[in-house]
């Protein structure tokens, strides 16, 4: 076509005087015919790896991509930049895609996107075969991986593709998920000869990231918007019905903000991405729907209300802040019960029809095991960033001084004493009943639980039962997740049930001692007594607190097979909702509670009350 070089390329069609790190290479190992394979961070700039290349080459280049807008855009700007290019998807009507072929026969196009469902029809095939395709690019290369959080099975397709092919041209791959595992399969699966492999960069180091974990989220969040007054960013929700909300506080309080998932119209979709991008409302409030192709440069903050699902999620939504360089902010806030939404989202059927049903149990086990590492995210006293380029295979500093852990100091406590707790009651437990549980219902024997399974097991019954009552359940579980983490415990990979390890002998009988640096719990789950018990007037029962009283003895009037009066008549539940008693003592105090009762029934509804003070999550 022209004999320009690499860098009159880059200058003439995108006007860039010199290329980002890793590019270059990948672009001389193409043109000197060897595959190559490219993984870099989203906005790390993977495009032009194939692109210049592709107007370089003497034939045609076909690029493999899953996503219909970004084909459409990039197209547009190459053509707006001087370059035949076009696109063949499903978005074409077949007079469209006829009139796409003929071109590409008639050889006009030096580039044509190419979704991979296309690969495979024969009349696509047999033009296939009678055109010079000299480079095949695979865009979002870990599609092709089980692994991968996007597996889609017709990019297995692009190897049958290649197979049919009279001549095998030069094959490139690229994408911005790096785990290990994916990284392989992309390798074997698409068949890449000796590639030159380049990680560049995932870091940024323009980019804070901190993880708040406030006791409510919406003061956390004006707090934030006046931090950030004026400028522009993201607030990422996990569900639509948040979205709405979080954007009508936002408006009600005279902030610019529009708002964008999947249940608007089109027409809405459009208007306020563009209100978005053109700083007329510069506040976005989105579900992760929002932000694919996305390339506003001065979004000076993104701020997930919810944990996203994985880190790859988080890294790819939070990675669109600071895109100009400019220092930008990337907030988490934190409730635990993120994660009981984040697990039904997980649980929910996948909308990808392709997969088979065992197909689809290896990804919800995989993604179950993204969720488990992106809560490690939010709880980590470490560097955060570290956590991140370590999570995506390329090591680091071990503190980057620049993130919200960085900047806070978390003094280690000695926690062997509670340590010890845990282990005796995980081994009573598993003695008593002849099998390990798990560590959700490990924490409610500890914390003496009423719970349905407590009772049902007897686990009510062991000494170790209530042993961690004074402690709130959050910093119980983290207990459990640090012995877990240190070797101490060990958690079934199948059933979950936790058990003890030979090191755990250690701490129980030979004076090894467990330290840990937790982040501080907020006010909330500190306090013993939750904001329930301030606003409740001396004398009148808590409602709530009654209901679950009821709940409780209907429970043991079940299990026991006596009417729920016989244990205790409603007026001392109403006492006790009043009373909130804590100590065996104060509970004998209780009208109509007798010494009987009292050994009886003391312990459980004494932890009843316990955990709800604490203010259960
Ligand atoms: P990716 O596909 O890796 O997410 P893109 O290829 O879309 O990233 O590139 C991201 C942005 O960086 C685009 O706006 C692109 O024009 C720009 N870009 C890419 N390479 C360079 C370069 N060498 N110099 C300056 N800007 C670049
Ligand atoms: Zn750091």
Known sequence: MNRLDKYEVLKKYFGYPSFRGGQEALIDAVLGGRDAFGIMPTGGGKSLCYQIPALMFEGMTLVVSP???LMKDQVMSLKTAGVAAAYLNSSLTPRQIRLVWENMAAGMYKIVYIAPERLETEEFLSLAQHLPITFLAVDEAHCISQWGQDFRPSYLKIVTFLEALPRRPVLAAFTATATEAVREDIVRILGLRRPLQIVTGFDRPNLNFEVM?????MPALHRLMARFAGKSGIVYC????????????????????????AGLTDEERQVNQEDFLYDRRPIMVATNAFGMGIDKSNVSFVIHYNMPLSLEAYYQEAGRAGRDGEAADCILLYAPGDLHTAKMLIEMPGENEELSAEER????????????????????????????LNYFGQAGEEKCGNCGNCRTHYSEVDITTQSQMVLSCAFRVRSYLGYPVGKVLLAKVLLGSADKRVMELGLYQLSTYGLMRAYPSVRVRDIIDHLIGEGYLLVDPNHGG??????????????????????????KERKTRGKRGATVAVGTPDEE????????????SLMEKVPPYVIFSNASLADMATRRPRTYEEFLEISGVGEVKAARYGDVFLSAITEYLMGEE
């Open 67 to 69: 996503l219909i807008s």
């Open 213 to 217: 974990q406030p006791p409510s989220k």
């Open 238 to 261: 996990a569900t639509r019905k948040n979205v709405e909300k979080v954007c009508e506080v936002l408006c009600e309080s005279g902030l610019p903000a529009t708002r964008y998932h």
């Open 361 to 388: 149990e290896q990804l919800l086990r995989q993604n179950r095991k993204r969720l488990e590492q992106m809560v490690g995210y939010c709880k980590t006293t470490g560097c955060l960033r570290a956590y991140i």
């Open 498 to 523: 936790v058990t003890l390890t030979e090191e755990a002998d250690g701490v129980l009988f030979r004076g090894i001692k467990v330290y840990a640096a937790f982040k501080p719990l907020p006010e």
């Open 545 to 556: 607190l009654y209901g679950v009283l009821k709940r409780l003895r209907m429970e043991l």
